[in-house]
Structures are given as structure tokens and as C-alpha cells.
């Protein structure tokens, strides 16, 4: 084949606690991490000149070098740089649906799609874990991009454990178009902010200390009971995001009062979601939320919860 269209999933964080600062300057997390089926659409063509090209339907997005998708092709390229001669460039077409710069991890799910995709492209035979960690390579949000499903992240994010699929798991999400937080702003903001209740005395200090909150949400997820879920959203970024945001608090607040049964910024934001009851129910909340609201620029999004991480259509 020298085509192959693949589905790339959004994801969302139902639990995201920092525990403290690593040496690398990033944070180390205990993060809970769902795909959802808001996804982008990937397809990847091999091309006679060994070049990488990117095109993106959102004028937002860039199709030089900064883009997440042309990394990964990139990052192919020179870690197997015999297979890319042989089989020529790689063009990228990415039709965006998940919104861009929102903590649904858009650009990370691009690069894991061009992963997956030039694995089979080029024939290279690399296994989930060996693409994870290449993943790893270009954002912390990677890795689990290419697995999918739900799973416990930890480490900065790249060190997964799968855990169960949640099933039937309704969602509304809503992200301002025109508002867009950056990521290293979050953890900076953060770390300025909160550094002094950083654990530092030693890893498994740390380990142990999360593992106190995170697991209950882990024993919700056992449960398949979507009301625990809800009571156990948690993530340590809305603490800076939402008083520098106030839209973002306002439409956390308009979720609730819009009876779902949680509601909790993404990553790190601007998107907020609410878990609810059925399909039904989140096709309610949307409509209560957009006639509450009255915003032109709050696009809303009921989804639900999936098993799985990159696809591949064709
Ligand atoms: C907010 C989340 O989306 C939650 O899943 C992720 O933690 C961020 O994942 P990402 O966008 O893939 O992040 P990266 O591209 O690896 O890092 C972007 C920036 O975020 C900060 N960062 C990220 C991950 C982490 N564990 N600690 C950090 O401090 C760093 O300043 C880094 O320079
Ligand atoms: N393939 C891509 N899709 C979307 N944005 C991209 C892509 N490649 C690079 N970018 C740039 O990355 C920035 C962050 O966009 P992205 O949608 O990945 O954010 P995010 O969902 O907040 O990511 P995360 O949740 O992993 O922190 C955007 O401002 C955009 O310019």
C-alpha cells in the first residue's frame, strides 16, 4: 500500500495530579487519560520526492516544521533513514475536527497517527511499545496517544498502564474558539504558584502520596460507575488556569448548574467537560448549555468515551 487513512482520537483528563518537579523541567504526574471519538482523520501517501509535506483544512495550524505530524514523519526519517531512501517523502493530510490549542492533546494524536501510519507504510514491523517510545520522543502526551483507551500516565506523563475500557460514558465538551492556553504557561504558572507543596524527599514518597488520590478514581473505573467518576474528577491545572480564565470557570460553572453529573477542565485547558448520564442527557446539557451561554464563539461537542487509540481506516 502506498496510502493509508487513519482515525487519530482526542483525549481528556479525568484525574490529573502534579507531584512534584523533575530534573528534566518537566513535572512529574499521576495522570488518568481517556480517548474520546472526537478525532481528526490522518492520511498519509508515500511521495516520489524524499520530502515530508503537511497539509491541515484548520488555518491555525502550521504545515512547516512546528507541526506535531511532520516531527513524527521527520523523526521516522532519521531514525530509519535506509527505509525513508527507499521508500521516497511522506505528504500528510490532516482534517482537523478536535479543537486546536484546547488540552485534547490535537497536535499529539496527529503525531501518533503519522507513527502508526509510516509503520506500516514504510513496512518497518516496530511494536505498540517501540512507537510509544519513539512517541515519548516528540510530547509526553504521545504515548498514550498511540495506545488509546484509559489509562494511568505517570512519570511526565509517558509511563501507562492500561486499566479497563469505560463503557458508555457520555460527554459534552466545549472549548471558546478564540481562547487558547498554552501548556509550558499551565506547569510554569504552576510551578511559580504552588512549588512549595512539591514532594521532594524521594520518588517513592512520591509515588505512594498519589497513588492515595488516583486510586480512588481507579476503583471508579472498575466500577464502570460513571456518578463515582464524576465525584472524582480532579486536575491540579485548573488552580492557574481558571482564575487567569474566567470564561473557562464561568462555563465550569454553567455545567453544573446545567445538572450533569461532573464537570473539570482537560490538561491544560481551555476545554471544559461534563460527564453525563446517557446520550440523551448530554444532548440536553448541550442544548441548556448553548441557549445559557448565547456565545457565537463556545462550540460544543457531545462524545463519549472509547477503547481504543489510532485507527486504522484504510
Ligand atoms: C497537560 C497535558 O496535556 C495533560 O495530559 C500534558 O501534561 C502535556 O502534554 P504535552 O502537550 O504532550 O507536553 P510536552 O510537549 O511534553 O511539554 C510541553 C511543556 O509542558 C510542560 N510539561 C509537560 C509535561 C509535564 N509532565 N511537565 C511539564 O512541565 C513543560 O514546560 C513542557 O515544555
Ligand atoms: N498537528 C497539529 N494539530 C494541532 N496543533 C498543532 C499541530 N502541530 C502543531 N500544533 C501547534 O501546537 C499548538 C498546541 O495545539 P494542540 O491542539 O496540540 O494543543 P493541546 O490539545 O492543548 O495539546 P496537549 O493537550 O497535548 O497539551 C497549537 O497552537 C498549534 O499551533
Redesign the pocket.
Known amino acids: 500500500m502506498h496510502s493509508y487513512t487513519l482515525i487519530a482520537p482526542a ?1 481528556i ?1 479525568l484525574y ?1 495530579e ?1 507531584i512534584g518537579d ?1 530534573s528534566d ?5 499521576a ?1 488518568i ?1 481517556q480517548s474520546i471519538d472526537l478525532a481528526d482523520e490522518i492520511e498519509l501517501h508515500s511521495i516520489s520526492t524524499d520530502t515530508i509535506r503537511v497539509h491541515c483544512n484548520h488555518p491555525l495550524v502550521p504545515t512547516d516544521r512546528s507541526n506535531l505530524a511532520y516531527r513524527a514523519a521527520e523523526l521516522m526519517a532519521t531514525e530509519f533513514p535506509n527505509t525513508f531512501a527507499k521508500y521516497g517523502g511522506v505528504e500528510i493530510t490532516i482534517t482537523k475536527r478536535i479543537p486546536v490549542a484546547a ?3 490535537g ?2 494524536t496527529n503525531a501518533a497517527a503519522v507513527l502508526v501510519g509510516i509503520n506500516l507504510l514504510w513496512k518497518l514491523g516496530l511494536t505498540q511499545s517501540e512507537l510509544e517510545e519513539l512517541g515519548a520522543t ?5 504515548p ?1 496517544c498511540v495506545a488509546g483507551g484509559t489509562a494511568i ?1 505517570t ?4 509511563q501507562l498502564s492500561p486499566l479497563p475500557s469505560l463503557n458508555n460514558i457520555y460527554i459534552v465538551l466545549g472549548k471558546y474558539k478564540s481562547l487558547e492556553v498554552s ?2 504557561w ?3 504558572s ?2 511559580q504558584e504552588y512549588s512549595d507543596s512539591y514532594i521532594r524527599d524521594s520518588d517513592n514518597l512520591a509515588i505512594r502520596a498519589s497513588a492515595v488520590h488516583s486510586g480512588e478514581m481507579v476503583k471508579a473505573i472498575l466500577h464502570q460507575d460513571a456518578k463515582e467518576i464524576a465525584q472524582k474528577l480532579h486536575n491540579d ?1 485548573e488552580k492557574v488556569v481558571l482564575p487567569a480564565y474566567p470564561q473557562v470557570l464561568q462555563l465550569r460553572e454553567t455545567f453544573a448548574n446545567a445538572g450533569v453529573l461532573g464537570t473539570m477542565m ?3 485547558g481551555p476545554s471544559v467537560f461534563a460527564l453525563c448520564e446517557s446520550q440523551e442527557h448530554a444532548e440536553e446539557v448541550k442544548l441548556q448549555v448553548k441557549t445559557a451561554t448565547k456565545n457565537e464563539d463556545l462550540e460544543l461537542f457531545v462524545t463519549k468515551a472509547i477503547a481504543h487509540g489510532i485507527q486504522i481506516v484504510s
Open positions: 483525549k483528563n490529573l502534579i523533575r523541567n518537566y513535572h512529574e504526574l495522570m487519560l488540552g485534547l492533546a497536535g499529539s516528540l510530547g509526553s502526551d504521545v498514550f500516565a512519570g511526565r506523563g509517558e501548556t509550558p499551565a506547569y510554569k504552576y510551578r491545572l482537560s490538561g491544560s
